[in-house]
């Protein structure tokens, strides 16, 4: 099962490290990951995207509490939340393709964030299913680059991940 885990850590170097070294020393993976600061400098938010049972999701929790530089650990895949996934993507866009791609992004919800004379930057933000569908609109050929960041969330109404 996909489990989303919100961190927060104090934001120092090799902080990322640990947490990336307890999932590779463990054998887990780790799908998707961001790292910010947050409101306080010396704080950061890390999302970390996984998969595993209760069990392992469990044993994951459990160790990122141990390490040092972690102040806090929440699956907010269990509670009512929102997730988002930002993709910037580079199309070919030439002749009668250029008003078809134009029109596609506005279906999205896209936006074109640079115009040549022969491709477009896309920016877009979303769930994963409404990033997929929109590159399934689109033929290999057209495509140059994605990057996508990966989901991050937050969870709804007052409750929230506080130091």
Not at 97 to 119: N, Q
């Amino acid at each position: 099962m996909r489990h989303i885990l919100s961190l927060l850590l104090e934001n120092e170097s090799g902080a990322l490290s640990r947490v990336a070294g307890l999932f590779s020393a463990r054998g887990y993976n780790i799908e998707a990951l961001t790292v910010a600061p947050t409101e306080d400098p010396s704080v950061a938010r890390m999302t970390i995207v996984t998969r595993g049972d209760e069990r392992v999701i469990e044993q994951i929790t459990k160790q990122l509490n141990k390490l040092i530089d972690v102040i806090r650990v929440q699956d907010i895949s269990e509670a009512d939340h929102i997730e988002r996934e930002l993709m910037l993507l580079k199309v070919r866009a030439k002749g009668e393709e250029r008003e078809e791609i134009k029109r596609l992004a506005d279906i999205f919800r896209a936006r074109i964030l640079d115009v040549t004379a022969s491709s477009y930057v896309i920016e877009m933000t979303g769930a994963g299913s409404k990033l997929d569908a929109f590159l399934r609109n689109l033929t290999r050929d057209q495509i140059i680059e994605v990057v996508r960041s990966g989901p991050t969330g937050i969870l709804r109404g007052e409750r929230g991940l506080h130091v």
